[in-house]
């Protein structure tokens, strides 16, 4: 048997960039005779906890010093870098080891953003498989891991069918706006379960007034990552806009309706391979992206996402629940 190769894998944030690790850190594990270890952020660790193909978790912290001490006492044989930034490359550097790093491809992207010249034409998890040519690390088509344990404890009942909106977002103008949502909720049957962080309880709450339905229950900033994505997991179908929990989504079976303006699919971070039938709705007034992070759009003051109707979103979901 081979002997066996410690890698550490970089990855700082964000949620869904992380998420989009998970096949990575699985055929690495599965393929190779490796023990993988983690760096990333202290507010991402959760996210990665119960991956079984993972040995140990670090993240940054203030004391970086004592990080490094860490991480060179472990003596890699292997960083994968998939964040690629001034900070990876100290690490990188420091530990001194042979490093597979991901090629962000910013050139390619600016001919997109810019000029609507597709030569991505790939995923970003396409992408990351790419930095492992070398060690001759082949893509399963699995898809993406999202491990939960047990069952938690959530104040909903998961055995009904219902649907999950997750209404957040980096920017606001990579959001849907309450009256888009409330209007196509005033038309669904189904509970709809709003999910998002803290800082979309003002959204969440505007929705709710807005639609006045008891049929709406709004979680926003009231659950881990490991709770929604068990109402995620349990759920008939997923609408999110261009998010991190759409990533955790794409890891189970309940189809995806993901919502696109200043960022498009063709950025390469849509769903990757969903288990069931998923559909895009894109902004009709902008075929090409407007921004790398969806910051800024070039369509409309508000985000060209909220130029998507309603009846849009509403005939994309009939078709889903068919």
């Known amino acids: 048997m081979k002997e066996k190769l410690k ?20 055929c690495l594990k599965q393929q190779l005779n490796t023990e993988i270890d983690f760096l990333t ?17 670090y993240a940054l912290n203030k004391n970086n010093t004592e990080l490094l001490d860490v991480l060179k006492s ?3 044989d292997r960083i994968i870098d998939l964040q690629n930034n001034l900070r990876s490359l100290k690490i990188r550097s420091q530990l001194n080891v042979k490093s597979n790093v991901y090629l962000k491809k910013n050139f390619k992207r600016f001919l997109l953003i810019n000029f609507g010249v597709d030569l991505l034409k790939n995923h970003v998890v396409d992408r990351y498989f790419e930095s492992l040519k070398n060690l001759n690390v082949q893509n399963d088509k699995k898809g993406i891991d999202y491990f939960i344990s047990g069952s938690p404890e959530v104040n909903f009942d998961t055995n009904q069918d219902y649907i999950v909106w997750c209404i957040g977002g980096t920017h606001e103008n990579k959001k849907l706006s309450s009256t888009q949502i409330s209007e196509v909720i005033s038309h669904i049957h189904l509970p709809v379960i709003l999910l998002g962080g803290s ?26 990552f490991e709770e929604s994505a068990y109402l995620i997991k349990e759920s008939k179908l997923v609408l999110t806009n261009d998010t991190g929990m759409m990533h955790i989504a794409s890891a189970f079976n309940s189809p ?7 960022t498009k699919p063709s950025l390469g971070f849509s769903p990757y391979l969903t288990k069931k039938e998923s559909l895009t709705v894109i902004s009709p007034i902008s075929k090409k992206p ?7 759009c070039k369509q409309s003051s508000e985000g060209c996402i909220k130029k998507i109707s309603s009846k849009m979103i509403y005939d994309a979901i009939k078709k889903l629940l068919e």
């Open 290 to 296: 407007c921004s790398k992070h969806g910051k800024y």
């Open 199 to 224: 800082e979309d309880k003002k959204l969440s709450q505007q929705i709710l007034k807005e639609t006045c339905s008891e049929n709406t229950f709004d979680f926003c900033g009231n659950t881990s």
């Open 41 to 57: 952020k202290e507010n991402y660790k959760s996210l990665l906890t119960s991956n079984p193909y993972i040995n140990k978790i």
């Open 7 to 26: 890698i550490l894998i970089i990855r700082y944030s964000s949620i869904g960039d992380i998420i989009l690790t998970t096949p990575i850190i699985r």
């Open 74 to 76: 472990n003596k890699y």
């Open 256 to 262: 995806i309706l993901s919502f696109w303006g200043c």
